[in-house]
């Protein structure tokens, strides 16, 4: 490969267009993670309305860290410590059951529980 070549790809989030660097090959990879950003987004959205796109992105990554976390605790109980296809199934689980302890989530627009 080239010394230099960079991929790129393009996302859209609330409207706007944004421009990403990324390794070359990687930006299918970089699409999907943005398309579920996206998705989260656009789920606060029609939930809370448009609060503003800082309070919504912030939300969205912490919804997502929140499924970041649970999947982690998951690994941990089922014994796995490193990144392979079982961590990986149980990421994928986390988010298609949005195993998300409601409990952390924000509740209002403001942020509140």
Known sequence: MPVGVMGQASVILNGRSYRFNCEDGEEARLKELAAYVKGRVDALTREFGNVGEERLVLMAAILITAELWDARATNEKAGVTSRGKDADAA????????RVDLARRPRTASGDA
Do not use: L, Y
């Open 91 to 98: 990421v994928k689980d986390a988010q298609r059951s949005g």
